[in-house]
C-alpha cells in the first residue's frame, strides 16, 4: 500500500480542519440551542463570513509564498478556494430556502430591490466558473487563460467585501456602528491588490530573498563569549 497516499502535511491538516469548524460549530451551538434568537440570520451570517475568511486566506499563499519562499501554500489555494465555495453555496441555499422557501419571484424582488444583495450575486455567479475550472484538466484545456480567468478572484472579494459592509448597520467613513469587521477585511484584500502590483511584488520578493539569505548567514556567526 502507498502510504504516501495517506499522508497528510500539518498545513494540509489545519485548511480541513478549519473549512469544516465552522459547520461542526453550527451543528454544535444547533443541539445546545445556542443558535441566536434568529437562527436564520445567524445561519447566514456565520456561512458567509466564513465564506468570505476562506477566499482571503485562498488570497494569501501567493504572499506567503513571495514573502517567505514557502511553496506549499500554492498548494493548499485550491482547497481553500472550494472550500469558500461550497460556503457561498449554502449561504445562497440558506437564504433561497429558508429565507424565501424557493419562492424564486419574491426572492428576485427582493435582490434586485436590495443592492448588496445584487453584489453578493454578482460575486456568486462570478465564483462558480473559478469552482469549476479549479481542477487540472481545465488547467491544462485553458491554458494561460486559466490564469487569467482566476485572476476574477482579485474583483470577487472586494465584491464580497462591499456586500458585507453593506449588510452592516453604521457608517464606514466615521467607523461607527458595526463597520469595523467588515472594513479589516477590505483592508487585508486591499493590501493583497496591492502585493500583486508587478513592481511592488518585485520589490517585496527581492527584499525577502535577501533577508532570507542573511538568516543562515547570521546563525553561522562565531560565537564570541561575550553576553
Ligand atoms: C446570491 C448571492 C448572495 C445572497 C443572496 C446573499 C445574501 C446575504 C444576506 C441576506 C445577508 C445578510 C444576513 C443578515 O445580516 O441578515 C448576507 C450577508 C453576508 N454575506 Fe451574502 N449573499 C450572497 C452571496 C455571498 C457570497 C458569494 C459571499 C462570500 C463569498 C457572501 C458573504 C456574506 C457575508 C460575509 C455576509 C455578512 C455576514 C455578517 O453579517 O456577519 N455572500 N448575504
Redesign the pocket.
Known amino acids: 500500500m502507498d502510504m504516501k497516499k495517506f499522508s497528510f502535511t500539518p498545513l494540509q491538516i489545519a485548511v480541513h480542519l478549519y473549512a469544516w469548524s465552522a459547520i461542526a460549530f453550527l451543528i454544535f451551538d444547533f443541539a445546545t440551542g445556542n443558535l441566536s434568537p434568529n437562527p436564520i440570520?445567524d445561519l447566514?451570517?456565520?456561512t458567509?463570513?466564513h465564506?468570505?475568511t476562506l477566499?482571503v486566506l485562498s488570497l494569501l499563499c501567493t504572499p506567503l509564498n513571495t514573502l517567505f519562499k514557502w511553496k506549499e501554500p500554492l498548494k493548499r489555494r485550491r482547497t481553500l478556494g472550494l472550500y469558500?465555495f461550497m460556503?457561498?453555496v449554502i449561504?445562497?441555499i440558506i437564504?433561497?430556502d429558508l429565507?424565501f422557501g424557493l419562492a424564486w419571484s419574491g426572492l428576485m424582488r427582493e435582490?434586485i430591490q436590495k443592492p448588496?444583495?445584487v453584489v453578493?450575486?454578482i460575486?456568486?455567479i462570478l465564483?462558480i466558473p473559478l469552482a469549476i475550472t479549479s481542477f487540472d484538466v481545465w488547467k491544462k484545456r485553458l491554458k494561460k487563460n486559466w490564469k487569467r480567468l482566476h485572476q476574477v478572484v482579485y474583483f470577487?472579494a472586494p465584491l464580497?467585501v462591499l456586500?458585507?459592509l453593506w449588510?452592516?448597520k453604521g457608517d464606514a467613513l466615521s467607523l461607527q456602528g458595526e463597520v469595523l469587521?467588515?472594513l479589516t477585511y477590505g483592508l487585508v484584500v486591499a493590501v493583497f491588490l496591492i502585493l500583486r502590483i508587478p513592481p511592488i511584488r518585485r520589490a517585496v520578493s527581492s527584499l525577502s530573498t535577501r533577508m532570507l539569505t542573511l538568516l543562515p548567514k547570521r546563525s553561522q556567526q562565531p560565537k564570541t563569549g561575550t553576553p
Do not use: M, N, W
Request: net charge positive; glycine share 6%.
Open positions: 440570520q447566514e451570517q456565520r458567509g463570513r465564506a468570505l477566499l469558500a460556503y457561498a449561504h445562497v437564504f433561497a429565507d435582490v448588496r444583495l453578493g450575486t460575486a456568486f465564483l470577487i464580497v456586500h458585507y449588510s452592516k469587521k467588515p
